[in-house]
């Protein structure tokens, strides 16, 4: 069975002035979202490193609608985007997303780093 997960890094962070700000902003859009599309979810979003956040989702879904919730809540603060699409190897969801593993997981991380390192705001591994 396949699964979408999403990995997400606001741009050029760590040159915010108002960092611990940005931070509050960032949790209420998890916040919200879990609450929102919690239909599409399999593991909850929670940031997993400084202001990269993770999510696992079923697959397919609508995670152009998610995107735009994220792009709403963290209105004039850009981010990249890494999607990948595969399998998982734990599927006990009782865990966190930054607990789980598998060939989604490395497709998603995979996709982030071509985003980074080429300035695109998303890409997607299927």
């Known amino acids: 069975m396949n699964y979408m997960t999403m990995i997400c890094d606001l741009k050029g962070s760590r040159f915010l002035k108002n960092r611990e700000d940005v931070q509050y902003r960032l949790i209420e859009a998890l916040k919200s979202v879990n609450r929102a599309f919690s239909e599409y979810i399999v593991s909850p979003f929670l940031i997993i490193v400084g202001d990269e956040w993770q999510g696992l989702l079923h697959y397919p879904c609508d ?16 981010f990249y985007c890494g999607i990948g699409v595969g399998e998982i190897t734990i599927h006990n969801f009782e865990l966190t997303v930054n607990q789980l593993d598998g060939p989604s997981f490395h497709k998603a991380r995979k996709a982030l780093e071509i985003a980074k390192s080429n300035d695109f705001s998303l890409v997607y591994i299927q």
Do not use: D, M, R, V
Not at 63 to 78: C, D, K
């Open 63 to 78: 995670y152009q609608s998610i995107l735009e919730a994220y792009h709403n809540a963290l209105e004039g603060l850009p």
